[in-house]
């Protein structure tokens, strides 16, 4: 599970029918320098499927590969990445 920043939201015209009441958001994975800015990020985006409402410059949780279809078994979706939560504060300890 990763942590990514939302910028943007992905507008299909058609979509398979087991994901409707879902949509598609584009987000920014964020390595953990980036999580205290996140304006700097360096990755690449991802289509990410959003079942929780996220909106831009939000923050989230998000899942890939077979994970991210795991919510959804044993009816399995076609997606590669999915808003697992969204995430209010993060706290980043230094001592470990």
Excluded: Q, W
Excluded at 13 to 21: D, I, M, N, V, W
Excluded at 72 to 79: A, G, L, R, V, Y
């Amino acid at each position: 599970m990763r942590i990514a920043k939302v910028i943007g939201t992905v507008t299909l015209s058609r979509s398979h029918p087991t994901l409707a009441g879902g949509s598609y958001r584009l987000a920014v994975p964020l390595s953990e320098a980036e999580l205290g800015d996140p304006a700097t990020t360096t990755a690449d985006p991802l289509v990410v499927y959003d079942e929780l409402g996220a909106g831009p410059d939000t923050l989230i949780a998000l899942s890939e590969s077979r994970e991210a279809a795991m919510p959804f078994h044993p009816e399995m979706k076609p997606i590669d990445a999915y808003n697992a939560a969204i995430l209010d504060t993060i706290h980043v300890c230094d001592d470990v």
